[in-house]
């Protein structure tokens, strides 16, 4: 079993920063592919950007130069660190979690454990 517990969401400006975290705890041994998710009200949930436990990463187009994705192995915490935020980035962020797959694509179903998200706000 894995366990996630995201913080850091606020509300923000437009082209302020935030940086999110998620500690996982339980079953992980730092062998973890992790991922942040988002939802908008009214929309579904998307993948915003992913690491794999061999380091790979992949961004969600409307993010890239702007997030950036990394992990403290030592603390097992999962960051995002958000810049230049935009009003369309307001959603509730979620961190994600796989075991088992070698490679993972930034795809919903492609993680089986999920933290209970934090909210984003951005406003204009």
């Known amino acids: 079993q894995v366990q996630l517990v995201e913080s850091g969401g606020a509300s923000v400006q437009a082209g302020g920063s935030l940086r999110l975290s998620c500690a996982a705890s339980g079953s992980t041994d730092n062998r973890a592919n992790l991922a942040w998710f988002r939802q908008a009200p009214g929309k579904e949930r998307e993948g915003v950007a992913k690491i794999d436990a061999d380091g790979d990463m992949r961004y969600a187009d409307s993010v890239k130069g702007r997030f950036t994705i990394s992990k403290d192995y030592d603390k097992n915490v999962l960051y995002l660190q958000m810049n230049s935020l935009k009003p369309e980035d307001s959603a509730i962020y979620y961190c994600?979690?796989?075991?088992?797959?070698?490679?993972?694509?930034?795809?919903?179903?492609?993680?089986?454990?999920w933290g209970q998200g934090t909210q984003v706000t951005v406003s204009s």
């Open positions: 994600a979690a796989n075991l088992w797959r070698w490679r993972t694509l930034l795809r919903e179903g492609d993680f089986e454990y």
